[in-house]
């Protein structure tokens, strides 16, 4: 069954707008990362927050992080038309298995 | 440092054939992983290796899916024979603890006709 879901799955703004995509989990995990995949690209590493983290930052990027609500959301301040990209969340859970779930992607679109 | 190379890029084979796929993780990373992406869908996880074991293979569809990783180095992953429903985007990731965040190769479009 799908671990990590991300809402939307589709987001078109404005270069210079913030965008916001969430994610929501089903099992307990070690941490949650999201995940950036250009076309035709592999996925590139963003960020990694721990269990017992809440929120952290890297640059335009902000994730937080609600274990008792089992989701996530990152925020990209100031987009800009290079944001272009599908976005990923990855939840790493030992449960049956130490692995790194992702789900579907949200399809961000940035107009210059 | 070299990241993760995977070969081919691309593939088209039919219905009934056999093909494998190549990833060279990077030097030093002994965690391995397979995935799988299929229409747009979740990227579904495969299988994990830790050097030359298989830690989890719980995402194999089934027997007609086969990987190994000889010598710990770098890994194949075997379809034979294929179907049509093995189409999708194979990606091999790489990371340097069990809990690290991955790096990717570009992937193996694999079309089956």
């Known amino acids: 069954s799908q671990q990590g879901e991300e809402d939307p799955q589709a987001l078109s703004i404005q270069e210079g707008e913030n965008a916001t995509m969430n994610c929501s989990y089903k099992t307990s995990i070690n941490n949650l990362q999201w995940y950036r995949q250009n076309s035709g690209r592999g996925l590139v590493h963003l960020i990694l927050?721990?269990?017992?983290?809440r929120e952290k930052h890297s640059g335009r990027l902000r994730v937080t992080l609600d274990t008792s609500k089992k989701s996530s959301s990152l925020l990209i301040t100031a987009s800009r038309a290079a944001d272009t990209a599908s976005y990923f969340c990855a939840t790493a859970t030992n449960t049956g298995g130490f692995k790194t779930i992702f789900g579907a992607g949200t399809r961000l679109f940035v107009k210059a | 440092e070299a990241g993760v190379t995977q070969f081919p890029s691309h593939s088209v084979i039919e219905k009934g054939q056999t093909v494998t796929l190549r990833c060279d993780p990077i030097?030093?990373?002994?965690?391995l992983y397979w995935y799988r992406r299929v229409m747009g869908k979740e990227i579904k996880f495969l299988l994990h290796?830790?050097?030359?074991?298989?830690?989890?293979e719980s995402g194999m569809p089934n027997n007609r899916f086969l990987a190994e990783r000889t010598g710990g180095t770098y890994s194949t992953l075997k379809v034979q024979p294929a179907e049509l429903e093995d189409s999708g985007v194979y990606f091999c990731?790489?990371?340097?603890?069990?809990?690290?965040?991955?790096?990717f190769g570009n992937g193996t479009r694999l079309t089956v006709t």
């Open positions: 030097s030093g990373h002994d965690n």
């Open positions: 990731a790489s990371s340097q603890a069990i809990n690290s965040p991955l790096h």
């Open positions: 927050i721990r269990s017992n983290e």
């Open positions: 290796f830790v050097k030359e074991s298989k830690q989890d």
